[in-house]
């Protein structure tokens, strides 16, 4: 996610600006499950509650006792943004110990019934947890498969900051953080990734478009049905929707991978010499960190204001107003769609384990953001750096340092999205190939990508493998970088001093 600066006079880069993510998953759950005790736990015969993983910004995502393998989701749009659309939502999963009734996220819609293995389950709701019970408790190894008929209301779900966005012509999905239950109901968590099957139905004038690869269109009567399936697993953040009177545009990027985008019909032309930049892109982001990880990609335009651009899943979301607000220089435009571009290796393809590595994805996107403007436009990522450096310690000071930031205000989901995740963890970055040199950087860069697809990583990983690839112990420089209330010296620059805060 990268927020859009809503204060024109600020120019890109200013603080103002900045910012506006199977055998692994298996000792990952093993490892949630056990800090989930602190939240609560799954006790045979206990009430109705909210569970969590214990992710430490965001205690009560995700839910532990399974592991997700697919949803298939399906929804029927009215025609109107005023009314909740019907769905139904299905969820194969593998239960990770014995449980008496399972818990999924969900909340802004209604339930109209739920099965477990085909048979009808009772079901309550707690806080933003709708828990399942089953006829019978299911032993722990088994395999289950969970059927939710329910609504998804945009509507209600417009008083959160996330989940349906309302466009001038339909609906598209933002939800990142926590708000993709508040469209489906899920395991809301990135540790948990899955397969994912979507399929949308409209009133015959719109096109649907989801994350993944088209597998069907079926039109009845007024109406017309999409399918979109996944060939990479994907954590429930990234799921991408889109409802409207859109055109989609097809062209061919590196190796014949297919480039789809997804533009409001009368934007078409306006669009266009942007939108033919993204194969390049593509080649440029290869060239640095190897094959691009997915089986498509493509731009979601969308005619809102969201305030942000989001790296859904194989298509990205971006505002419409990103592309024709005069004041944006060219080629910042240009490095944001790097930005989304470089998210789909860092933060989609290697989710992060959990909230607090959001650094990772945030700072990784923010890098190769920087390094493209230096490359393709003759912007110095090293007097980028160095304006960051002068203001790290204010960002520390008041968002947290890059892996450890504070715990975001309840409902604000973009709470954790500050500048020390964004061009603080990027400096972080940028003292790292200062310490170890370039080539090993780069090394590592290519190790860490190739070694983590289509799964989750967390800090700890990423020092260690930097720590392999460099041939020396560094978990005292990342301790400093990643977790340290100040900003150490700069290797290389010691003339480089934090601006003092104002007075």
Known sequence: MLLTPRTRTHG???????????????????????????????????????????DRLFPYLGNPGYDVASYD????????????LQAVTTIDAWT?????????????????????????????????????????????????????????????????????????????????????????PCNDHPSDKAMFTIRVTAPNGYTAVAGGLPAGVDRAGRATTWTYRT???????LAQVSIGRSTVLHRTGPHGLPVRDVVPTKDRAVLEPWLKKTP???AWMEGKVGPYPFETYGLLVAEADTGFELETQTLSLFERD????????????????????????????????????????????????????????D????????????????????????????????????????????????????ALRQEIGRQAFERLERAWVSGHRDDTATTTDFVRLASEISGRDLGGFFEAWLYGKKTPPMPGHPDWKPTAPAK
């Open 12 to 54: 890109p880069g200013s603080d103002a600006s900045r910012p506006r993510t199977r055998t692994g998953r298996r000792r990952q759950a093993a490892a949630l499950l056990a800090s989930a005790v602190a939240v609560c736990l799954v006790a045979a015969g206990a009430p109705a509650a909210p569970l969590g993983v214990g």
């Open 73 to 84: 989701l399906s929804f029927t749009y009215p025609g109107t943004n005023s009314k909740p």
């Open 96 to 184: 990770t110990t014995s449980l008496d009734h399972v818990n999924l996220d969900f909340a802004h819609g209604e339930v109209d019934s739920v099965e477990v293995d085909g048979e009808p389950a009772a079901f309550t709701s707690a806080a933003e947890d709708l828990v399942v019970t089953p006829e019978e408790p299911l032993t722990e190894g088994s395999w289950m498969r969970i059927t939710v008929r329910h609504t998804s209301d945009p509507v209600s779900a417009a008083d959160r900051d996330g989940g349906w966005v309302r466009t001038a012509d339909g609906l598209a999905m933002a939800n990142q953080a926590d708000a993709a239950h508040l469209v489906f």
């Open 231 to 237: 060939q990479h697993p994907m954590a429930t953040e």
């Open 280 to 282: 390049d892109q593509i």
């Open 322 to 377: 990103l592309f024709a607000e005069p004041a944006y220089p060219k080629w910042y435009i240009e490095s944001i769609m790097v930005h989304e571009l470089a998210h789909q290796w860092f933060g989609d393809s290697v989710s992060p384990r959990t909230w607090s590595d959001l650094w990772l994805s945030e700072g990784h996107a923010t890098w190769y953001e920087a390094l493209y403007a230096q490359e393709k436009a």
């Open 379 to 430: 912007r110095p990522i090293q007097a980028r750096m160095k304006a960051a450096y002068g203001s790290s310690d204010r960002w520390r000071a008041a968002g947290g340092p890059p892996a450890a930031p504070k715990v975001p205000d309840p409902g604000q989901k973009t709470g954790i999205f500050r500048p020390n995740v964004y061009d603080g963890a990027a400096l972080a970055l940028y």
